[in-house]
């Protein structure tokens, strides 16, 4: 009988489980977690509600620095699978355009089933078990946790990434993919907040604000997304920040300058807005600039940008040179952000980086260094936009590696 031990009950381990058994029902399968309970990151997923996947699922929406290993494992699973394999354990799904949640609206729901299904299919669970070495044998591998030594004929890695380490995602999987011959790109915070020096809108923060974030490498273009960005204490924070994250992360990770600039009207260009603001001084002569800008902008807002324009806030329109004019437009079209750092691992919702994909074989999930070794999730160096794509490679990488590895 083949004996498959599948190191981390994540969202991959657990989807590597069900698929494993029912491709060999007679296999014994076994997760191996250090945690005290499977699917603890599963839980705060969506904000507590899983947004498992999403309708539009192409390559563009994941990053690696093997972009064409991604392919084949979304195109072997995708949503329609996703939707399938969910919809087989009791999650009716829903979608909010486009972006799919459990109808209940609870990660909860999602893990309860998972747990149903792996209590039937007999797969052995042991929590509290951290994997500190996996040795490979003649006879398959050998697997020491602090308690206990497993022997298995196939082993699946699914250990996650470092992201939210509380979840129990700590970065051991790195070293021990590392120590079954593997290598690994390096790894930073994606899908997080950004941190800024002499942070011209701290007196901002609180306010949320539809803009453009563009973010660049020591001057040249990487990213840019539109969305509510939330200004912070600290710095930037939101869904567009974190889309354009991981491109800062790996810049300030090569010790590149970065710096994000905001446009916080991204329906207008600048021109646009030079004869808007002109158009509006008519019969606001005596206004105050801060008056002036009062119903464009949050008020929390304003006077952190006249102050980065160099205009005083009780300065009256009338006063204002054009000079200062156009320091005003291209304050609000491209404010400039000196990025120091990221929120780092414990705030980021995920990692870029990881085990190299090029070492994978991606119709399989085994490992091109070890053979009987398999590979899934966030461990491997795949990270996806938000919106439901690091479960979608979650759920994808771990069904093909439980299936391939049972069979
Ligand atoms: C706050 C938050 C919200 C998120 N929301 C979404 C969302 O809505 N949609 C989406 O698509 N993605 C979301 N993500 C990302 C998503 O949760 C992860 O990409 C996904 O869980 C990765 O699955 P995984 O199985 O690879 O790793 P994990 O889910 O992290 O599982 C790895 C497991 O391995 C265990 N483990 C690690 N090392 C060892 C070891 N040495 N021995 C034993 N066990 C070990 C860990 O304890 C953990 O249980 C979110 C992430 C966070 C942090």
């Not at 929406?61 to 087989?88: A, M, W, Y």
């Not at 022997?151 to 129990?168: E, M, P, W």
């Not at 809108?201 to 563009?214: F, H, I």
């Not at 929120?343 to 980021?348: E, L, P, S, V, Y």
Request: charged content about 20%; glycine content about 10%; overall charge positive.
């Amino acid at each position: 009988m083949k004996k498959i031990v599948i190191i981390g009950g994540g969202a991959s381990g657990m989807t590597a489980a069900i698929a494993a058994k029912a491709q060999a029902p007679e296999a014994e399968v076994r997760i191996l977690e250090h945690k005290d309970m499977l699917g603890k990151k599963l839980l705060s997923t969506g904000n507590g509600r899983c947004n498992f996947t999403n309708e539009r699922m192409e390559p563009q929406c994941f990053f690696s620095d093997s972009p064409k290993c991604v392919e084949p494992v979304i195109r072997r699973f995708g949503t329609h699978d996703t939707l399938q394999f969910f919809e087989n354990l009791g999650i009716m799904a829903k979608s909010r355009n486009g972006y799919y949640y459990p109808q209940p609206d609870q990660a909860g729901a999602v893990l309860h089933v998972f747990k149903m299904r792996l209590r039937t299919l007999g797969v052995g669970i042991d929590t509290n078990q951290h994997v500190r070495e996996v040795r490979k044998v003649r006879s398959g591998f050998l697997i020491h946790t602090d308690e206990n030594t497993y022997q298995a004929d196939r082993v699946i890695l699914a250990c996650g990434g470092k992201a939210f380490a509380v979840s129990g995602s700590d970065g051991s999987g790195y070293s021990l993919a590392g120590s079954l011959g593997h290598s690994i790109v390096p790894v930073v915070p994606a899908l997080v907040q950004l941190k800024t020096a002499g942070h011209p809108l701290a007196k901002a923060s609180g306010v949320r604000t539809e803009a453009k974030v563009s973010a660049y490498e020591s001057g040249h273009f990487i990213a840019a997304d539109t969305g509510e960005v939330q200004i912070t204490a600290y710095g930037i924070s939101g869904i567009p920040v974190f889309q354009i994250s991981r491109h800062v992360a790996k810049a300030l990770y090569y010790k590149k300058k970065a710096e994000v600039t905001v446009d916080f009207l991204p329906a207008v260009t600048a021109e646009e807005l030079t004869v808007l603001f002109e158009k509006r001084k008519a019969g606001r002569d005596i206004f105050t600039m801060s008056e002036f800008l009062t119903g464009i902008f949050n008020q929390k807002l304003i006077p952190c940008l006249l102050k980065y324009a160099q205009i005083r806030e009780g300065t009256k329109v009338q006063k204002v040179g054009r000079t200062q004019w156009k320091q005003l437009v291209d304050t609000c079209k491209y404010l400039s952000l000196q990025i120091t750092d990221t929120n780092g691992f414990d705030h980021a919702q995920v990692c870029a980086g990881g085990v190299r994909l090029d070492e994978i074989n991606t119709d399989t999930m085994e490992s091109l260094r070890c053979s009987h070794l398999y590979l899934a999730g966030e461990l491997l160096d795949v990270d996806g936009i938000c919106g439901g794509y690091n479960l979608q490679w979650a759920w994808a990488s771990g069904y093909l590696a439980g299936k391939n590895a049972a069979k």
